[in-house]
């Protein structure tokens, strides 16, 4: 893999990760759009859909690292040490953890299935449309309920909204703030516990991305294009949350409609066009 395509599809995984506009989308669509050869070896594809998504744990741990540190030491003091901690942090850490669960157990079950199935350029474009008016529709619901909030019931809602991200185009950031503003939080809340929630889901793929990396090997030559790939997605990982909490200061979650809805629009209609190939 050329290290400019790393690097692209780097910053767009870190972007599309944390932003409402959905990665896997994104990383259908950028090698289509650009006519980049995907890899065809397995081993490339899982060294460097480890490196991207490594570059957003990283990104995220690093963002949120003053709520991450209490959410851990609380969490693991409720099992070994329970009279000593914050129950109410404890319960809520390990509340994040279980919403990984529905996603992580239809991702591994239906691994071949999503990857043979779903991904379709036209596919994407009508989940990008359809997913974003979603969005527009929960955003409009008011709701001012905060992140201490977060109860069993949000985590179910918010866990079983997540399975629905494995399709490419819909976005796990973007479906669970569409569940959290419908469960009456309000978007700076709901932007947070998307980025929360993403921990555990995004540490459950690494872990079982690195276990099959160690047992394969790096394939020769690609340790540049994954060095590329983690640092990139970290940096625009980070920049992607940063921006996007002190935007929903001020603003709706509008703007992502929209570009949602023109760039669906857009691919179809490069699809519609006879000379596009």
Partial sequence: MPLLHALVL????????????????????VPWLFGWE????????????????????VAVLFYLRREVVPYVRHGI?????????DRRTGVRAWLLVA?????????????DWIGERLGAPAAVAVTLIVFGLVLLVADRASGSRGTDDFGWRDSLVLGLAQV??????????????????????????????????????IGGAVTFQLASLVRDGVPEGFAGA???????????????????????????????????????????LLLATPWWS
């Avoid at 890899?39 to 957003?56: I, K, M, N, Q």
């Avoid at 970290?234 to 703007?255: K, N």
């Fill in 226 to 268: 994954m060095a590329v790939g983690i640092v990139a997605a970290a940096v625009s990982g980070w920049a992607a949350m940063a921006g996007m909490i002190r935007m929903l200061r001020t603003r709706a979650f509008t703007g992502f409609v929209a570009y949602r809805v023109v760039l669906g629009a857009g691919v179809l």
């Fill in 38 to 57: 995907e890899p065809v070896s397995p081993s490339v594809r899982l060294a460097f859909d480890t490196s991207l998504h490594l570059g957003t744990l």
């Fill in 77 to 85: 003091g409720l099992v070994v040490r329970p009279r000593s901690c």
């Fill in 99 to 111: 919403s990984a669960v529905p996603a992580g157990v239809a991702g591994v079950a239906g691994e």
């Fill in 164 to 201: 629905l991200a494995l399709n490419p185009g819909t976005s796990r950031s973007g479906i669970t703030i569409t569940a959290a503003r419908l469960r009456g939080m309000s978007r700076d809340a709901a932007a947070r516990a998307s980025f929360l929630m993403s921990i555990p889901i």
């Fill in 10 to 29: 780097g910053i767009v995984q870190g972007l599309t990760e944390f932003l409402p506009i959905s990665s896997s989308g994104h990383l259908r669509l």
